[in-house]
């Protein structure tokens, strides 16, 4: 099956569903002209069970790599970054048996393509109510594709405070970076082509757990 989607000033490769909108509306990586793609499904390469494994192994990789969770916090990146983050603050602190400070990022006005933008676009709040001077502060994505939402990221949370690191975990890498950033923790390396989106949805947004990769359907 096929949808007609819109392409409009999106660096993040992935989709985006808009209240309302039936079938569901997604915005694409900007082609400079907001042109329309017809985009059908490709393959759907994670389900439910594939994402609560690869979640669970995250929190065993993050334990482990800063030997325990003392100092550690979450920060989620609005939008699905944001139950992602809660899920594994619900994994760590079922497996250390402590709670680990959660955190809600929004990045808007830290983005690159604010000024090429021709739509308005819309702030949310950032809630962070702990400092993070001297924190591991572990930033929780769904995809990582050119990098820039995590600049961005970067650059908002060193705002907020000095950590002591910045650690990346990711469910989706799709390769394709421009900036010299990687994750630290990857759910699923996904390779793909620059035309093609990567559709993450999570059971908190959009009733299911699932990542699909949808095609151009003339290619």
């Known amino acids: 099956m096929a949808y007609l989607y819109t392409a409009r000033s999106c660096d993040t490769g992935r989709c985006f569903y808009m209240p309302g909108a039936l079938p569901p509306a997604v915005f694409m990586p900007d082609s400079g002209g907001g042109d329309k793609m017809t985009l059908t499904h490709k393959a759907t390469v994670m389900d439910e069970k ?4 690869a979640l669970r192994r995250i929190a065993h990789e993050i334990i482990e790599r800063n030997k325990g969770i003392e100092n550690i916090v979450l920060i989620g990146v609005r939008q699905r970054g944001v139950p992602l983050a809660r899920r594994l603050q619900a994994y760590l602190n079922e497996i250390e048996g402590s709670e680990i400070p959660l955190g809600i990022l929004d990045i808007t006005l ?3 393509d604010l000024s090429g933008r021709q739509d308005q676009p819309i702030v949310h709040t950032t809630e962070v109510s702990f400092d993070l ?3 591991h502060v572990v930033l929780v994505d769904d995809v990582l594709y050119t990098g820039r939402t995590i600049r ?3 650059d908002a949370l060193i705002d907020l405070g000095r950590p002591a690191t910045i650690q990346l975990a990711v469910l989706i890498d ?3 970076r421009e900036l010299p950033i990687r994750a630290d923790y990857v759910g699923k390396n996904v390779p793909t082509s620059r035309s093609e989106l990567v559709e993450v949805k999570v059971q908190e947004i959009d009733q299911t ?3 699909d990769i949808l095609k151009n359907a003339h290619e």
């Open 110 to 112: 830290y983005r690159d």
């Open 174 to 176: 799709r390769g394709h």
């Open 50 to 53: 594939a994402i609560k494994q």
């Open 209 to 211: 757990d699932q990542v």
């Open 133 to 135: 001077t001297e924190k």
């Open 152 to 154: 961005a990221a970067m």
